[in-house]
């Protein structure tokens, strides 16, 4: 097995590849688009065959030419819903294989309202489900019930040793394990419903304040590419 993840500093952004060295398939979760001549080289560099391209969530209506941008790399998406029918391996199972591994798709709605998760071995990546009100396209949940309900009742109901791979790594921090979550996240550790909810009303909803944040980390960004140029 290959597993490689790519952190964008400025951003946060987290991508993962998972790969099947043995049979030449691989996955991408939660790839950037600006991230496709990299990603691309990668794949060509092990000789791998993208099967699935994963999402589990997206905002391209801030980001034009994204998502054209991810079909370059010529695997289906998976995004918003969980696969069934004719394009699911097993039908109606959300589940979706690569090489000789299989991989559990799980509807996590809150964060968006499309939310998906992705559960391998004993890895789930849940995009920005935990990270409340750190998405730099999103002030806050667009679902506040239901991502309570998907981090309750999806995610904190796995092993405690299952390890969570967030979307939106802030300070190079992408990876913690579902007890670290339960006991200690700023948001639902120790809270109750109702207190999740209070707290997650008073956070403003202004797309100013999510535009603003975008341009910080665009300017961040554009600093570093002066630097090293």
Known sequence: M????????????????????DAGEAVLVDPRGADVA??????????????????????DDQLPGEAAALDTLGAPRIQQ???????????ETGALVFGNQHLRVLCTPGHTAGCLSYLWR????????????????????????ALWDSVTREVFTLPNETLLFSAHARQARAVSTVLEQRRWHPWFGGASRDEFLAR?????????????????????RSSTTELTS
Request: glycine share 6%; with cysteine; hydrophobic share 45%.
């Open 122 to 145: 004993d890895r789930l990546f849940c995009g920005g489900l935990l990270a409340v009100d750190a998405c730099p396209f999103q002030p806050r949940p667009a679902l506040p019930e």
């Open 200 to 220: 997650v009303q008073a956070v403003p909803a202004s797309v100013r304040q999510a535009r603003l944040r975008l341009e910080r980390h665009a300017a961040t």
């Open 38 to 59: 990299v990603l691309a080289a990668m794949l060509d560099e092990h000789r791998l065959r993208l099967r699935w391209l994963l999402r589990t969530h997206e905002h």
């Open 2 to 21: 290959y597993f490689r993840i790519l952190h964008d500093e400025a951003s946060g952004a987290a991508s993962f590849l998972l790969a099947d060295l």
């Open 81 to 91: 819903r969980v696969p069934t029918g004719q394009g699911s391996p097993e039908r």
